[in-house]
């Protein structure tokens, strides 16, 4: 069999990046808009803002950067190879079990990233990172069958996807490639948490790759959304439990005004992220997306950023009510000691 195996590095660098700065910095030509979708698809399902792709060398792979407006970088390194099922097999599980890779991507991308720091809105000093492991086959002729390679060989699929090069039970195998999808009668994706396998020519992978990718970006950004509103939401639960005294209450408009711009900005750039590339609710390529995000978590950590963004703006509701009750008691004792200046002053007057 002859295919590639795709490693994907993904950091999340900034809060957004400036593309048409990124190209000018680093001398990259402008990029037509991609992917071209081998399925039926419509001319408008496109990814709104292409990334900036730049190629990278590396001794023993092909390698590019890909720069999503976003902030997300993503480091694809591609090993081409020509196997049997159970040396695939083996290869898949020392890939998927290699350490190295995201330093390796981290020292590719440093470099890279110093000469374009002005493109950077917003950089973070320790970037988050996500990696996954795409295996192609491609077939050998128009007559292979996505459901014969099924049937002869669906236990090795699914250890490459599950990254073993020992064998899984019937049940764990069932599990695996329930999560398939094919439109041809000769096209394969079995998609898992760290892996997936795809069974297609090269050119008409290109698209299911590259939704691959951008679902373990959308991973990505959840998971930092996840992040930030953890922290942020811990220093308001410390910041209420310090006292609910007037000068405590006082304080809270600038904590909760904080709180509300933060809110408001992961809302903005979650938005912004997920209408990166629009879908029809029946289409291949939207049924493969919601299987594949699936897959990665994206939903699971879509729902904890949204049950914290609901926090959040209880808690900033909680803020702003505790501070306009403090501001009234402090404007009801101002007009007390006013009142009580004015009778003094005029029974003083009177004697």
């Known amino acids: 069999m002859r295919g590639l195996i795709r490693q994907l590095v993904l950091f999340d660098v900034a809060d957004e990046i400036r593309l048409d700065q990124l190209r000018a910095e680093l001398g990259i030509a402008e990029p037509t808009r991609t992917p071209a979708f081998s399925k039926p698809a419509p001319d408008y399902v496109r990814f709104e803002r292409p990334p900036v792709v730049q190629p990278l060398l590396v001794d023993s792979f092909e390698a590019r950067a890909k720069y999503y ?67 192609t086959v491609f077939p050998e002729g128009p007559e292979d069958s996505a459901t014969e390679l099924i049937s002869r060989h669906g236990r090795e699929i699914a250890e490459i996807v599950r990254g073993e090069n020992r064998p899984l039970s019937e049940g764990e195998v069932k599990e695996i490639l329930a999560a398939s999808a094919s439109y041809y009668p000769n096209d394969l994706l079995v998609v898992g948490w760290s892996a997936a396998f795809v069974f297609d020519s090269a050119a008409a992978a290109g698209p299911t790759l590259q939704l691959l990718e951008y679902a373990n970006a959308q991973l990505l950004e959840f998971r930092h959304y996840d992040e930030l509103l953890t922290g942020v939401l811990g220093g308001v639960y410390r910041s209420i439990d310090r006292g609910t005294g007037m000068w405590r209450r006082w304080g809270l408009a600038g904590e909760a005004e904080r709180l509300n711009t933060i809110r408001l900005d992961v809302i903005e750039i979650a938005e912004r992220m997920e209408t990166s590339i629009k879908f029809l609710s029946d289409m291949f390529y939207a049924r493969m997306y919601r299987l594949t995000a699936a897959r990665v978590g994206v939903p699971d950590y879509r729902n904890l950023v949204d049950q914290k963004l609901r926090t959040a703006g209880e808690l900033y509701e909680l803020m702003v009510d505790r501070f306009e009750r403090g501001r009234g008691f402090f404007l009801e004792v101002v007009v007390v000691i006013i009142l009580l200046i004015e009778i003094v002053f005029l029974f003083r007057g009177k004697g």
């Open 69 to 135: 407006d976003y902030g997300v970088v993503s480091i694809e390194m591609d090993q081409p190879f020509a196997l049997d099922w159970p040396e695939l097999v083996e290869r898949s599980a020392g890939v998927l079990s290699d350490a190295s890779v995201e330093q390796r991507a981290r020292d590719l991308l440093k470099g890279r990233l110093a000469k374009a720091d002005g493109a950077l809105v917003k950089p973070y000093g320790n970037w988050l990172s996500e990696d996954y492991v795409i295996v």
